[in-house]
């Protein structure tokens, strides 16, 4: 499918004969698949200016809209009415959620001091994920309730997704009139995408991302990409694209969770994503496209021995990447519990017997502290920027001078080479 060009800066508009090409009512899906392929990968169609309607009211799509499970538009009203659908286990609908662009404290680790969640909710499904019991969802049991039939938002963790399909339509209006940006020396004013939820995890997710990342790169603002998913190479020509925007440093950086390439014991209690050679293999292709990459080695299991540290370090050194983030898995909170019992369920026994044991705190102190050495010490062998995470509970249980080397570390900013934000004029 061609779409023509009729330019409105960086956003197109569809002309008689694209609208034409795409037919009556196209879907959302068609869409964004024909802007993916349309001319440079920073041009957007928006469409909010697009002159479509409601596939079921029939009125102009001029404020805020979603689409059916079927993928046809839906305006504001039209998407709050329509049922959500259950297929393979995983109840799908519109996310009513105002929010955009959320101040973030990960700067805490180096990360970011803005994320934007394309998604509620995550069909991966991680077993130690901390997101369903931050207030982003936990707060919000009663709409997902009403929205998604889910009765308990950590058990059902994994079978409930509700997308944000106008972000990037939002996003373009919000950065157009935002004229104060948070920036902290460790967070850099970066924005990532995503912390509650992998903005890969489907196609519908991707396209909400590839929309945000272009707005974002637009207005030249810096932008850190987290993902399980190697869809992420779909938009490795946006990447590519970013790169060449700026000369203090690269744009756009994109990373992904490797802890352990055991896959069983990854499936274990990480049920519904990707392998994490296929992790590897995906930040492989984006660093061999100049896109600079990073790894979250997080969280590390306590059947990881020092070989087991080296062979993940040999291989990060091959990706080059600007930075390797380690921490060690923490068991706090209920979470942790569903943790041990997927792993024996499993039938990852020695996982779930070493996993148990670090509910004993002097263990786990002890164990932290062994993985975040190797870490750095394999790091420094191999040439590798490692960047510890050091949990503040372990600070507080060690002798005075590590404690004071480990809260050093949690000031030092990551190291990556990322270019200013264009203060607002
Ligand atoms: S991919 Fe990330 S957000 Fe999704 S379940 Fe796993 S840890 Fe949570
Ligand atoms: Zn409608």
Redesign the pocket.
């Known amino acids: 499918m061609r779409l023509q060009q009729e330019s409105n800066g960086s956003h197109y508009l569809l002309s008689g004969e694209a609208q034409d090409n795409l037919g009556s009512s196209p879907t959302l899906d068609t869409l964004r698949e024909a802007d993916r392929k349309h001319g440079d990968p920073l041009d957007r169609l928006d469409i909010l200016d697009a002159n479509l309607n409601c596939s079921k009211c029939g009125s102009e799509l001029t404020e805020r809209f979603s689409a059916a499970m079927n993928g046809q538009l839906l305006c504001w009203q039209c998407a709050m009415s329509d049922t959500a659908d259950t297929t393979n286990e995983i109840t799908r609908t519109t996310d009513s959620a105002k929010v955009v662009l959320s101040k973030s404290n990960l700067f805490h680790k180096s990360l970011c001091d803005y994320v934007i969640n394309v998604a509620t909710g ?5 077993k ?4 369903p019991s931050t207030p982003g969802v936990s707060a919000r049991g009663d709409m997902l309730g009403e929205r998604a039939d889910v009765e308990d938002v950590q058990r059902d ?2 079978g409930y997704l509700l997308y944000r399909d106008d972000l990037p339509e939002r996003l373009g209006r919000k950065l157009e009139r935002k004229r104060k940006w948070k920036w902290t020396e460790r967070g850099q004013g970066v924005v990532m995408l ?5 903005c890969y ?1 489907d196609r519908r997710t991707a396209q909400i991302t590839r929309g945000c990342v272009a707005e974002l790169v637009e207005h030249r603002i810096p932008v850190r990409i ?3 998913s190697p869809a992420v190479c779909r938009d490795i020509d946006l990447y590519q694209r970013a790169t060449e925007l700026t000369d203090d440093g690269m744009l756009v950086r994109v990373g992904s ?1 490797i802890p352990c390439l055991e896959e069983e014991q990854v499936r274990a209690i ?1 049920p519904r ?1 990707p392998v994490p050679s296929a992790r590897l293999n995906a930040l492989q292709k984006l660093s061999d496209a100049g896109v600079p990459v990073y790894v979250s080695m997080s969280p590390t299991y306590p059947t990881q021995d020092r070989d087991d540290f080296e062979s993940l370090i040999q291989k990060f050194a091959q990706l080059d990447p600007e930075v390797v983030f380690h921490e060690p898995i923490n068991p706090r909170g209920a979470n942790f519990d569903m943790t041990v019992e997927a792993a024996r369920e499993a039938g990852e026994t020695e996982l779930a017997n070493e996993l148990a044991k670090l509910r004993d705190r002097e263990y786990w102190v002890d164990y932290s502290l062994k993985q975040m050495r190797w870490a750095e010490e394999l790091g420094d062998e191999y040439g590798v920027n490692v960047h510890i995470w050091p949990d503040k509970q372990v600070i507080t249980s060690v002798d005075s001078e590590t404690e004071t080397e480990l809260r050093n570390q949690r000031k030092r900013p990551s190291g990556e080479i990322i270019p200013d934000v264009p203060l607002p004029t």
């Open positions: 995550c069909t991966h499904g991680c130690f994920c901390y997101v963790w994994g995503s912390s509650g939820t992998d995890q987290l993902t399980r969770s990480e994503a």
